[in-house]
């Protein structure tokens, strides 16, 4: 089964669509100590796109597919947020992609991998998976159990360089997990911790009991943060977001989130124009 379909390339689809330098139309705050303006989008969990195939339930935070919203294309350089639901035994057949970052976030259940690079795993809740497609790769998605669903997040970033070479990574979170601090899970650097993509971009994870708060700071000037809400309910800079409910901010230094609830919050920080 195919979810995505087209004789273009992954990239030049994408691209067309949107451009690089697109920036939401968000609503401003007041000054940082910097003196820039804070700005931010919320997008809440029920005004995603949805669209239901019997053997596939996804969610769209931003325009895919049969999903178009001009007002939802990208946050910055982060063009694809998926939240999928796939049936028991079933998947999506042998597709292509290039010239994109495609990170894949289970949260549950097991997802079987297998690409035109020679590479055949498994990742499960806990893992995270990046490919960089580069000059050009296929690859299927197939959930490996019969009797339940598997559920993941498939994220998908513009590259800072086109026609790399393909490459494939997952790792283990289980050492490196924190509580009640976000820890980082992606970045640009391969000697850092996480996985590591073709582009400036840094994403933390957080599991929060009810009360605890953090701040995160800005690793990249000129980048901003989305921030989405995987369980429970936080307050991110006084907005409060539920499960599932995303929230960009940009020209800001720091975000600061509070658990009003136990919580698991996924950061993606990006940059904002090319």
């Not at 007041?30 to 804070?38: T, V």
């Amino acid at each position: 089964m195919l979810y995505f379909r087209s004789s273009k390339s992954t990239y030049g689809i994408l691209l067309q669509q949107v451009g690089f330098n697109h920036l939401p139309d968000g609503q401003t705050g007041l000054p940082n100590k910097n003196g820039n303006i804070m700005n931010k989008i919320i997008h809440k969990a029920e005004t995603r796109g949805n669209a239901n195939h019997g053997w596939l339930n996804s969610h769209h935070t931003f325009s895919f597919a049969n999903y178009y919203n001009p007002e939802r294309m990208n946050f910055g350089l982060l063009r694809v947020l998926n939240d999928d639901v796939v049936e028991a035994g079933m998947g999506f057949g042998t597709h292509p992609h290039d010239n994109m970052e495609i990170i894949s976030i289970p949260l549950e259940g097991d997802l079987e991998h297998k690409d035109s690079m020679g590479n055949t795993a498994v990742i499960k809740e806990g893992d995270v998976q990046v490919m960089s497609a580069g000059t050009g790769i296929t690859h299927s998605e197939y959930n490996k159990n019969k009797d339940k669903e598997v559920k993941f997040l498939q994220i998908w970033l513009f590259p800072k360089e086109k026609n790399v070479t393909p490459r494939y990574d997952q790792i283990s979170l289980r050492d490196i997990e924190k509580e009640n601090k976000f820890y980082q899970v992606l970045s640009p650097n391969k000697e850092d911790q996480g996985v590591w993509i073709h582009q400036d971009a840094w994403f933390h994870l957080g599991n929060f009991t009810k009360g605890n708060t953090d701040e995160y700071k800005i690793k990249k000037e000129g980048n901003g943060v989305y921030a989405f809400i995987l369980d429970g309910e936080v307050e991110i800079n006084n907005e409060k977001l539920s499960k599932r409910d995303g929230m960009g901010i940009w020209n800001t230094d720091s975000i600061n989130v509070k658990a009003t609830e136990n919580a698991r919050v996924l950061l993606m920080e990006v940059p904002m124009t090319n």
